[in-house]
């Protein structure tokens, strides 16, 4: 698929906003200016990215725990979401979700979790509504390695093979859930298990390339709109952090001649090259680019720093039900 110059410089616009969102979460996060802790998406910027960029405008999105990206690849401002890291009324949950659980409905992405495969249902419950409604509206579920062998996950794909809904399941295979090895706990691919639900499986070997993967999703996605049902994308790429920032181990279960091959295929870097390569853009345009992005996560942090945090009396305002005695 040929796609224009526009988009592509899009594309590394994106990656690079994800890039250097999470490396200012991280250092932020160990100076103690976020509480608990952040999962970044550094070197999954490509899968992130080109997922996103394959759907429409209003179409829906769902995350994981390891999600500060997904919204952004799919277009939402780094502000708000920055200062729902640092629990500010100005975030996207006015303060009250966190890291793991952003969610901003102005670009469809109806939300995180940090309990593995939770939002696949939501999901697939946006992708009915779109059926039941007749919006065009297609849902695309991210979810990782470590919720491959999740029930919630089968119980989902079931239902949406059965019904015909317009939802994408994504695997996210960045090769360990946490420290746990993905082929000492999931047999064969993951991609493979989309024939027991009738639909199309499809693994994406090479998930740092973000053109590869938008082009595997995008096909999935045009599918879903045309109205033939779901499909199973599973896109192997790498995180180059630890599972969370600050997590120390006992053991260092990654082989290091490992981390350093795919330290070599840096989509970020990859993708540079290819648009100047490509004749897309020349290194003045990219310089300026790279540099305006650093401008707005700065802008973002400031954004943050100068938020207010939410007042108390807001703690029990948006849930479903109000303690005994507290009145809103």
């Known amino acids: 698929m040929t796609l224009a110059n526009d988009l592509l410089l899009e594309m590394q616009r994106r990656m690079l906003r994800i890039r250097l969102f999470d490396e200012r979460a991280s250092k932020m996060v160990k100076r103690g200016e976020i509480p608990g802790t952040v999962h970044t998406s550094i070197g999954q910027e490509a899968q992130v990215v080109g997922a996103c960029m394959a759907l429409a405008e209003g179409d829906y999105m769902t995350g994981n725990h390891r999600s500060h990206g997904h919204p952004i690849g799919k277009g939402a401002a780094l502000g708000p979401l920055m200062a729902e890291l640092q629990g500010k009324a100005t975030g996207v949950c006015m303060g009250k979700g966190g890291s793991m659980h952003l969610a901003d409905f102005k670009v469809g992405s109806l939300g995180e979790s940090g309990i593995v495969g939770s939002s696949i249902p939501i999901a697939t419950g946006a992708a009915l509504s779109s059926k039941v409604l007749g919006t065009g509206r297609v849902s695309l579920a991210f979810f990782g390695d470590g ?13 949406a093979s059965v019904w015909g809904l317009p939802i994408v399941f994504l695997c996210e295979n960045n090769q ?29 070997e090479d998930g740092q390339s973000v053109l590869t993967v938008h082009d595997a999703v995008r096909t999935a996605v045009d599918r879903a709109r045309a109205g033939k ?22 053991v260092d279960y990654r082989n290091a001649a490992e981390k350093e091959s795919w330290l070599k295929r840096d989509p970020v870097k990859m993708f540079r090259s290819y648009l100047l390569e490509q004749g897309v853009a020349d290194e003045a345009t990219l ?3 790279e540099n305006d992005v650093a401008e707005e996560v700065e802008a973002a942090v400031r954004f943050s720093e100068e938020s207010p945090y939410p007042e108390p009396h807001v703690a029990f305002k948006d849930v479903y039900t ?7």
């Not at 029930?151 to 989902?156: D, F, P, Q, T, W």
């Not at 746990?180 to 499809?202: E, I, K, L």
């Not at 499909?231 to 920032?245: A, C, D, G, K, P």
Request: glycine share 10%; charged share 15%.
């Open 229 to 250: 049902g779901p499909s199973l994308v599973e896109v192997v790429t790498y995180r180059f952090n630890e599972h969370s920032e600050g997590l120390r181990l006992a």
């Open 176 to 204: 360990y859930a946490l420290s746990t090895p993905a082929h000492t706990v999931t047999a064969g691919r993951v991609s493979d298990r989309a024939t027991g639900f009738n639909m199309p499986g499809v693994r994406v």
């Open 287 to 289: 310089a300026g680019l």
């Open 147 to 159: 919720a491959a062998n999740q029930g919630c996950l089968y119980e989902a794909m079931n239902l």
């Open 322 to 328: 109000v303690p005994f005695g507290v009145t809103q």
